[in-house]
């Protein structure tokens, strides 16, 4: 997400900042409102919007604005209210994979133990994490509990097979067994 302009101290340009889902409340079938802690203090006027910026294990980019539904002064994080459209980019993210406490992002610095759960393509981002863990022989405890509809639909089953990491991984299939 970025801070506005005017909230930084004179460099006048946007900073990204990391945030975790603390709350999602459904509001119509469609609409969601997802409150957000940040990583630091975020000062905004009453209908602000900001940016939110996802980045795919590929490195590709998608943003999007987002007007801000949460008073200026709210103790409750801030609250964005993302409709879902079917063929958006950025909304199906939010309403069929982000969860309350999943963070957008996982380094090696953050530390751990992790337990990754994931179900079909939502794996995705967990495999970036896997992978990065492995990159740098990082020694942080992680676990994977992965569900697909069958034995032939889990993805990256052969490279975590392979890799040995995480640390434990545990498949099950939902219509299907091996």
């Known amino acids: 997400m970025t801070d506005a302009p005017a909230n930084l101290e004179g460099d006048g340009g946007l900073r990204w900042q990391q945030a975790v889902i603390s709350a999602i409340v459904p509001q119509t079938p469609r609409i969601k409102s997802f409150f957000f802690e940040l990583s630091r203090p975020f ?7 900001v940016d939110v910026r996802l980045t795919a294990p590929d490195m590709y980019q998608a943003e999007r604005s987002y007007s801000i539904a949460s008073a200026p002064h709210s103790q409750t994080g801030l609250e964005l209210v993302i409709e879902r459209l079917d063929d958006g980019e950025v909304s199906p993210f939010f309403h069929d994979v982000a969860e309350v406490g999943g963070h957008f992002v996982w380094e090696v610095a953050d530390g751990g133990p992790l ?4 179900s079909g393509s939502g794996v995705v981002p967990l495999m970036s ?8 022989h990082s020694r942080v405890p992680m676990v994977l509990l992965f569900s697909a509809r069958t034995f032939g639909d889990v993805l990256f089953r052969d490279e975590l097979a392979c890799l040995g990491c995480p640390s434990r991984w545990f498949q099950s299939c939902s219509r299907a067994h091996p």
């Open 43 to 49: 000062t905004f006027r009453a209908g602000q919007h």
């Open 129 to 136: 994490m896997i992978r990065d863990r492995a990159s740098r």
């Open 115 to 118: 337990l990754l759960l994931g």
